[in-house]
């Protein structure tokens, strides 16, 4: 981090993104490039549902789901998803 003595600074931007940021069909939709939705079936964070939703309302999209994965799946099982992520990648 570059400025270290601002960490409570970050938290409370990073709070606010959360709190106050609403990601929905209208802001979904106006994504123009193809979009890899990739998740964990066992995210405590997001539902399979919520995800597909969320993927249904981008127009270029593709879905993985990762067996066995919680929410930071990446962490979790990089194998994996890194199978799901380089064949997108070489098809774009």
């Known amino acids: 981090m570059p400025e270290p003595k601002r960490i409570e600074e970050l938290f409370t931007q990073v709070n606010n993104c959360y709190n106050n940021l609403t990601v929905g069909k209208d802001l979904l939709q106006t994504i123009k490039c193809p979009v890899l939705v990739l998740a964990g079936d066992r995210d405590q964070v997001n539902t399979i549902e ?11 999209h593709q879905i993985c789901i990762i067996p066995n994965g919680t929410h930071p799946v990446f962490n979790e099982n990089f194998e994996a998803v890194w199978a799901s992520i380089k064949p997108f990648i070489n098809y774009q």
């Open 50 to 60: 919520h995800v597909v939703n969320a993927a249904q309302m981008i127009p270029i």
